[in-house]
């Protein structure tokens, strides 16, 4: 991908980044905070792993495009009890993430990151994690 190409749909998406950011925050502080437990299944992740998931997935993809490497994905720190605790959390990465996004330039949106799905474009993970955090609101 060439560096203005990258560069234009980097201006694009961060908007979307931002709204997105702003919904997937609201699902996450809809889940009750005594009903982080809850498991439609056994198998299945409770509410409070499925917002962690969620939040932690999406710093994931940010990092990725933001530093050019991906991050190990971590799981849910001791000291996040309740979905408010996560909604905090992702605040954080979101902000931070954003403005290195709003840094960023045409040549190191189109960087080649290696990533899990093979080397991609870095803008490439940008609009993942859009996509990632739709499939899950």
């Known amino acids: 991908m060439k560096a203005e190409s990258a560069g234009a749909v980097l201006e ?17 502080l809809a889940v009750p905070a005594d009903k982080g437990h ?4 056994e198998k299945a992740m409770s509410a409070l792993e499925l917002c962690w998931h969620i939040a ?9 495009v933001t530093t050019g490497v991906f991050p190990p994905f971590t799981k ?10 996560v909604a905090a959390w992702f605040d954080e990465q979101v ?10 330039s045409g040549e190191q949106a189109a960087k080649m990151v290696d990533s899990p799905f093979g080397p991609r474009p870095a803008i490439t993970f940008l609009n993942l994690s859009i996509n990632h955090t739709s499939h899950h609101s």
């Open 12 to 28: 694009f998406l961060v908007p979307a980044v931002e709204n997105e950011a702003a919904l997937t925050r609201k699902v996450i």
């Open 38 to 41: 809850y498991r439609p299944e």
């Open 56 to 64: 932690a997935a999406d710093a994931f993809f940010l990092t990725a």
């Open 76 to 85: 849910m720190p001791d000291n996040i009890k309740t979905p408010k605790d």
């Open 95 to 104: 902000a931070a993430n954003v403005a290195k996004l709003k840094s960023m």
